[in-house]
DNA sequence: CTATGTGAATGATTTCACAGCT
DNA sequence: AGCTGTGAAATCATTCACATAG
């Protein structure tokens, strides 16, 4: 089990999501073809995504539901719980934490912090914002597995430096600065500027 | 100039901002080793990414950066000002939309619209909340370019459906749905449960 | 007969390495 | 001498197509 691909990993993460689906509207085995027309991938795709984990369908049959989903949680490492902690607790951090789902997927929100002090001290989701200094007491007493940084880009890599020494072990990226982190740490940029820009070109370029 | 990789785009987006952080830092020339540090890319990389539209740099010195960062604008269209509504005015839409940067890069933010009578009415950045029943009138009238989705994921769909008939080019999709549009629409997703979830696998697969 | 699992083939993207300007 | 521009090579990802299992 080598060499995974991000693509791969990503096409996991829908195909578990539609598992859900299935098993919702009470299905008892769906085929490589039925996840491919909900994914956008093909059925090719599909089985060999799963089949670099092990072969998990039947042949002439599909892949039994309830099964699979719980071995792709298994493969995502979504048996366990992850903590989480925000750091920028402004419009946008706070409308990302608020979100449902989020914890009902076993991501624990367990800290949210600022800056300013408009901020700290107000309540988010159940969570009282605190200093960012307090990150570092926090964090070196309860250790967190991921951190979501909705700070300005300007501040961001010297709280992740802090954060990469405290132990936290992934980081989820709003900014538009590109992070700095030793291998060991994992990194995901979300940034609507590309986003944006890339919508952009392909208006340019449709017939 | 035929098939340019949405890998290439992504980056020409990333080395724009870092041409717009060397101009303000006085830099006339820029070589590609100096993007490539600063992107995450190699050089040569940068270099391909580049030569795919024209040669801009003077060997033995580098690219010129305020020619430069003009041309990968115009390659990504960003001369024009694009027109923007946002479907969906809930505490992520409109944190989104918030956001400075957006207009300052060209993208107008047009139109915000929702379903609930509790968000109707309200003003979000100068901008007053109105019924996604009036989307069809108003699109009717004056045609936008992007519309971005922070609906639930259940009308989503049906909203885009409206939205294509109405001529929208593209889509930038907060939802978790996979959304069914023509070839001519671009769709460009963001999946916060998809990062969080390759995070997590990331974590599980750390030293 | 149906749908998986998988080598082999194809296609796409990245990296190498160097000739050619300035 | 320094750094771009680019074919050629290497790597990586997707699709094909079919033998195999239920």
Redesign the pocket.
């Known amino acids: 089990m080598s060499?995974i691909?991000?693509?791969?990993i990503r096409?996991l993460s829908l195909y578990l999501r539609l598992l859900e689906e299935f098993e919702i509207a009470g299905e008892d085995t769906?085929?490589?073809?039925?996840?491919a027309a909900k994914s956008g991938?093909?059925?090719?795709?599909?089985?060999?995504?799963?089949?670099?984990f092990?072969?998990?369908?039947?042949?002439?049959?599909?892949?039994p539901v309830r099964d699979l989903s719980a071995r792709i949680r298994q493969i995502l490492g979504l048996q366990r719980h992850h903590s989480v902690i925000l750091v920028g607790a402004g419009l946008l951090g706070t409308a990302l934490v608020r979100n449902r789902g989020f914890t009902e997927r076993g991501f624990d929100v367990v800290g949210a912090y600022d800056s300013s002090p408009t901020r700290i001290g107000r309540r988010v989701n159940g969570l009282v914002v605190k200093s960012d200094d307090d990150i570092d007491t926090d964090l070196a007493s309860t250790p967190v597995d991921i951190a979501i940084i909705t700070t300005p880009g300007e501040v961001a890599q010297g709280i992740v430096d802090r954060l990469v020494k405290l132990g936290v072990r992934a980081i989820l990226n709003f900014t538009a600065t590109k992070l700095v982190v030793p291998d060991s740490v994992a990194v995901k940029d979300v940034n609507m500027a590309i986003e944006l820009e890339a919508l952009s070109f392909a208006i340019g370029h449709q017939t």
């Open positions: 060499k691909a991000e693509s791969t096409r769906v085929s490589s073809e039925a996840l991938a093909t059925s090719a795709q599909v089985r060999k995504d799963l089949s670099l092990g072969s998990f369908g039947k042949r002439g049959l599909g892949y």
